[in-house]
């Protein structure tokens, strides 16, 4: 059942146990009554009249509107109580005279408008009050309604599960950084004694899925302290005035269970730089929790224990503010990891992984530069996942592999049938990129060749694992790289004298390499070691803008030395697939047959053929 419809059900629930909330209390109120007067039989008012003349009344009492009286029995101990409404015309003189020729004891009821009004409406009205409080409280969203100024952030304590630096890997820099946030939360006095102050607030900061609110819980698991996990965008609301009011009921919260630590996730949502005041584009409700989480910062004393950690990915647009000494003053960096640091985090993940003797995560690890610790996390998940789907009770290098390629290409699409022809072409076309994979000297080793189609447009793959994190690149290396763009099409022009759509992409991303070696990198003998363009964008933006630094005669010129690089890399792709053509026909044929070919069997098979690699005549 779907939102709406369990809170509709709740609704007409809540409907339901107010009518019943009604019929309890009257039959409560008729019970009260007959507790605390008795069980008088109803009577018409002659019966009394003629009671009193026969002498049977022992006692009668008047009301406002009826009367009572008792009849004694046979039996003295057995009495009736009567009850009958009084005539308003009649003169009460004459009856109570009879009463008194009869010596029947009577008397009358004193009415007390408080305790009827008390009890017949005050307890009533107060008792619904409190039951309508409670079911308002059951209805979906009713707490969050009712607790507008309340913080929502998560308190994790010693009770809750522990996590350590232990449980952090790939990120020493920053962990070492944080160590020193424990020592003060565990040994203040240390401190205090030679007069310095830790920050008041630590920002990490990186890309996501790095492991920046791991460090914070980790910190917090090795202080021993209370830990309070808030989102920036749990601050923020359409009502003006709730997010400060939460700011502030979180430091109340926090100073109460100092020392402890404060943790912000993605900051960013209420830390923006504020508008200016000609800006026609303003957030009051962002801003007021801005200046709210300002003043907090700046008015409690560092030496309580309580210090606040926040983390995000765009540091770039943070307000200056914020980022002063006094509060966020330092920032650590969670990059992602290097080689060593992805190895490490896969040894994390799979603690509890059981994998085969064959696996090797150095390997793994080398073949995903560019993974953070969640997508190396979800890698083992997703290899787990693959062993059980197999039918094995271990985690082989092979479900690791194809875990790889899962995350990285897609599902494979066998659904996607290729004729004969165009699986041919694939084929050699990828075979065109592992031939200058192998035989060129400064090309990253061939892991794996594919022709099974996987993701939305990838008909085939050359995978190519680095054997390190590499930082800078020489001018042979840009060239090597742009080759073996170049060395799927160069193939099929060599086996089919002609070129299909298939190599747009490797053009698209060599005529970029080209261009940025000639306007950024001034790897060009023309135009000279000039940077004719610069690349603006923000912080760990993939995608930027490019500033022009020349006009349209170097424009003109940047486009024909773009084009004679490019010419001069694929006619070298062009010699190295004409010479070797035969073997790169051969290696298709078994590539067709098994579909995958792995890197070492294609050195095997340039070894039997007495196919020289790397070569280093051209």
């Known amino acids: 059942m779907d939102k709406h419809g369990k809170q509709k059900r709740e609704y007409k629930r809540q409907i339901w146990y107010t009518i019943a909330y009604f019929v309890f209390w009257l039959a409560l109120l008729s019970l009260l009554n007959v507790w605390l007067l008795g069980r008088p039989q109803p009577a018409p008012f002659s019966q009394f009249l003629e009671d009193v003349d026969a002498g049977k009344v022992t006692s009668a009492t008047f009301g406002e509107r009826n009367v009572l009286w008792v009849v004694a029995g046979e039996d003295e101990n057995a009495v009736q109580t009567f009850e009958a409404q009084r005539i308003p015309e009649m003169d009460d003189s004459e009856i109570l005279t009879l009463l008194q020729e009869k010596g029947v004891e009577f008397s009358g009821i004193q009415p007390n408008p408080l305790l009827s009004t008390l009890f017949n409406w005050l307890v009533p009205l107060g ?5 309508w409080a409670w079911s308002v409280n059951r209805l979906p969203g009713a707490s969050q309604a009712l607790s507008f100024g309340r913080s929502r952030a998560k308190i994790w304590d010693e009770s809750s599960e ?43 900061v990186g890309p996501p899925g790095t492991g920046k609110t791991l460090l914070a ?47 912000i996730d993605e900051i960013d949502a209420i830390g923006r730089s504020r508008t200016g005041a000609r ?16 003043v907090e910062m700046d008015g409690f004393d560092s030496s309580v224990g309580v210090i606040i950690m926040a983390a995000t990915n765009r540091p770039d647009v943070l307000d200056k503010a914020l980022l002063r000494p006094g509060r ?26 059981k994998l085969a003797d064959d696996v090797d995560l150095h390997v793994v690890a080398a073949r995903t530069p560019g993974f953070a610790g969640a997508e190396l996390a979800n890698l083992v998940n997703e290899a787990a996942l693959l062993a059980v789907r197999n039918g094995r009770e271990v985690v082989t290098m092979q479900d690791l592999d194809e875990a790889i390629d899962r995350v990285m290409m897609g599902l494979e699409r066998k659904s996607r049938a290729l004729n004969r022809k165009e699986r041919e072409i694939v084929a050699h076309h990828e075979m065109g990129h592992a031939f200058m994979g192998v035989l060129l000297p400064h090309a990253d080793p061939v892991h794996k060749i594919s022709i099974v189609p996987r993701g939305t447009a990838a008909l085939g793959v050359t995978v190519q694992a680095p054997l390190e994190d ?32 298939g190599p747009a992409d490797d053009l698209q991303r060599a005529t970029e390499l080209a ?48 084009q004679r690089l490019l010419n001069s890399i694929y006619d070298r792709a062009l010699t190295l697939i004409r010479r070797h053509e035969d073997v790169l026909k051969q290696a298709a044929q078994r590539l067709l047959e098994e579909e995958v070919m792995e890197g070492d069997e294609l050195i095997r098979i340039l070894d039997e053929a007495g196919v020289e690699h790397p070569v280093t005549d051209i």
């Open 217 to 263: 819980k980790a910190t917090a698991g090795e202080a021993g302290a209370p830990f309070f996990s808030i989102s920036g965008a749990d601050f923020v609301e359409m009502f003006v005035g709730v997010g400060a009011a939460r700011v502030r009921d979180l430091f109340k919260q926090a100073r109460e269970k100092a020392p402890c630590i404060i943790f």
């Open 470 to 501: 590499r930082y800078l690149l020489t001018e042979a290396e840009l060239r090597d790289r742009m080759t073996v763009l170049l060395g799927g099409r160069a193939a099929e022009e060599v086996v089919y004298g002609q070129v299909s759509t």
């Open 328 to 353: 966020f003053d330092r920032q650590v960096v969670v990059d992602k990891p290097d080689l060593q640091g992805r190895e490490a985090i896969l040894r994390v993940h799979t603690r509890n992984v």
């Open 279 to 294: 800006s026609p584009v303003s957030n009051e409700e962002r801003e007021q929790t801005l200046n709210q989480l300002l």
């Open 162 to 204: 522990q996590v350590t630096f232990d449980d952090v890997a790939g990120v020493d820099e920053a962990v070492a950084e944080l160590r020193e946030v424990v020592e003060f939360l565990t040994q203040p006095e240390r401190y205090a004694k030679i007069g310095a102050h830790i920050p008041k607030g630590v920002l990490l």
């Open 127 to 131: 008792l619904l009050a409190l039951f």
């Open 515 to 562: 261009r940025r070696m000639v306007t950024q990198f001034g790897m060009n003998e023309k135009l000279g070691p000039v940077a004719l363009e610069e690349m603006q964008q923000g912080y760990l933006d993939n995608e930027g803008f490019v500033q022009r630094r020349y006009g349209e005669k170097t424009a003109a010129e940047i486009d024909a030395e773009v």
